[in-house]
């Protein structure tokens, strides 16, 4: 028996099993609402909120998967949505995240005005940067009240990184046993 191949065998195994079993977590946070309309002179106009800076996700986080699901309490007449972060050179927002852009000006990753009334949204991660943006579809939309939203993540390795490792640690581990 080699005991180096075997080793390494069982630990591409059990690091394997780990990622694919993944690691998750869950968390909230308060929204401000942007009531809708936000300008008296243009009362048909819905302005949609940014975040101001962006969420990188690096390419190296491609030999995972990652799911976010997102809801929020004011559902009913609110949407929050995930945006490329290239849409702030077009809908770039002022120094509390107002922008002067609607949500069809927005180009949705996940979410957008789709969400409204619904079951929130689920996001499934790919590397690049993006932007949260969120904005109100009625006047409804209370701004008093915070816009509360919970989210829940999951990552773990993808099948193929997982496939790969699997089949490596097999061969290591069956490389160290020595038959005779």
């Not at 998750?24 to 302005?47: F, Q, R, W």
């Not at 790919?126 to 009625?138: F, H, Q």
């Not at 915070?146 to 099948?159: G, T």
Request: hydrophobic share 40%.
């Amino acid at each position: 028996m080699r005991i180096g191949p075997l080793i390494i065998g069982i630990i591409l195994i059990l690091v394997t099993i780990a990622g694919l079993v993944g690691y998750g977590g869950s968390g909230d946070a308060d929204v401000p609402v942007i009531p809708c309309p936000t300008n008296p002179l243009e009362p048909d106009k819905c302005y949609a909120g940014m975040t101001l800076s962006d969420l990188e996700v690096p390419t190296q986080f491609s030999i995972l998967s990652i799911k976010i699901s997102i809801e929020w309490s004011q559902s009913e007449s609110t949407w929050v949505g995930v945006i490329p972060a290239s849409d702030a050179t077009e809908c770039p927002p002022d120094d509390i995240g107002l922008t002067s852009c609607e949500a069809e000006d927005l180009n949705f990753v996940s979410g957008g005005v789709d969400s409204v009334g619904g079951e929130g949204l689920s996001w499934k991660v790919e590397p690049g940067k993006y932007r949260l943006a969120t904005g109100s579809i009625s006047s409804e939309a209370n701004p008093a009240a915070a816009n509360i939203v919970n989210y829940e993540y999951h990552a773990r390795l993808s099948w193929f990184v997982s496939t790969i490792t699997f089949l490596f640690g097999s061969t290591m581990i069956f490389a160290g046993i020595e038959f005779k």
